[in-house]
């Protein structure tokens, strides 16, 4: 073979090996219990994959150890686009400033598919704390130190993050109760157990209709158009506030770009589809990307130093 040849044969091979792809079944990891937000979207996309793809596209949930298991898993896979994450923040741009001994390092080992959603939580409470606004919890807060709870779905989840930020900066003591998820959270918060927590709409909704849970403030830029009434937390006085939660895809680095560029426009496609659309994305009030590759590496460069301050101002230390 010639040298110009051998250079064609070059160029074409990152081609030839995204035209075959995939060449068997295609493993999405989801490093959270079934049945959340996240899985839910997850199995949507995957299967509106799998018949684009041609084989069989496969959400296994791996919960636990704080997503950190479920993630390595991923970062030690093959580069080859068969074995993907589907995962929220916490195990990209949390767990470097809330978890010791890593055993990978998220940024570098893992290559950004897409920034898929933003997810918009909102303070709740218990009717019973007779709070109106943020400004009226942190009164009852100052008010008796250490007689309100609010529920979390583990330490350094969102909720945690949020009410660590709101105690810091306004010098209130109130008692962080963990719970297993944001079901368990909420379930805890209607019965009186804790007297807030935070959950999107998708979960809360029914509860506010039926005056069984008070939204203070949302989280997001704008306000949810389902409830025009409730301000957002910079509405509110509290934009710090906010742990910007959000959901995106991943495949191991070294996945070659054009393979990862054409993954990302499947899944961007998926999401598309009116079905997602309309029974996943907007009932649930998301803020929807379905990001580039670049688009969503710049996006984690930022969010990494806003968690840094998040976890920074609410003063949780690495365990």
Do not use: C, F, Y
């Given at each position: 073979m010639n040298r110009r040849t051998l250079l064609l044969a070059g160029l074409a091979a990152p081609a030839i090996a995204q035209e075959a792809f995939p060449t068997r079944g295609v493993r999405i990891v989801v490093p959270f219990p079934?049945?959340?937000?996240?899985?839910?979207?997850?199995?949507?996309?995957?299967?509106?994959?799998?018949?684009?793809?041609?084989?069989?596209?496969?959400?296994?949930?791996?919960?636990?150890?704080?997503?950190?298991?479920?993630?390595?898993?991923?970062?030690?896979?093959?580069?080859?686009?068969?074995?993907?994450?589907?995962?929220?923040?916490?195990?990209?741009?949390?767990?470097?400033?809330?978890?010791?001994?890593?055993?990978?390092?998220?940024?570098?080992?893992?290559?950004?598919?897409?920034?898929?959603?933003?997810?918009?939580?909102?303070?709740?409470?218990h009717p019973a704390v007779g709070a109106g606004t943020m400004a009226e919890l942190v009164a009852a807060a100052r008010a008796a130190p250490g007689r309100l709870n609010f529920g979390s779905y583990g330490v350094a989840s969102q909720p945690h993050l949020a009410f660590a930020a709101l105690m810091a900066r306004e010098r209130i003591e109130m008692i962080h109760v963990p719970y297993r998820g944001v079901p368990p959270a909420i379930l805890a918060t209607l019965s009186g157990e804790v007297q807030m927590t935070l959950a999107g709409i998708a979960s809360a909704q029914q509860h506010l209709r039926a005056g069984t849970l008070r939204a203070l403030a949302v989280g997001r830029p704008a306000r949810f158009e389902q409830l025009p009434a409730v301000p957002t937390l910079a509405e509110a006085g509290y934009p710090e506030m906010d742990p910007r939660t959000w959901f995106g895809a991943f495949a191991p680095a070294g996945t070659p770009a054009p393979l990862v560029a054409r993954i990302s426009r499947d899944i961007a496609a998926a999401m598309a589809d009116p079905a997602v659309r309309d029974r996943h994305l907007t009932p649930n009030g998301y803020t929807v990307h379905a990001a580039t590759p670049e688009a969503t590496a710049a996006f984690l460069r930022d969010d990494l130093e806003y968690k840094r301050r998040l976890v920074a101002l609410a003063g949780i230390q690495p365990e």
């Open positions: 079934p049945g959340g937000g996240l899985d839910v979207l997850a199995r949507a996309i995957a299967e509106r994959l799998q018949p684009v793809w041609r084989q069989p596209v496969v959400v296994e949930n791996r919960p636990g150890g704080s997503t950190v298991p479920g993630t390595d898993a991923v970062a030690k896979a093959a580069p080859d686009g068969h074995t993907l994450l589907v995962t929220a923040d916490n195990s990209i741009t949390a767990n470097p400033h809330l978890v010791r001994n890593l055993p990978h390092d998220p940024m570098r080992d893992l290559a950004p598919v897409s920034l898929l959603v933003e997810v918009h939580q909102m303070v709740l409470t």
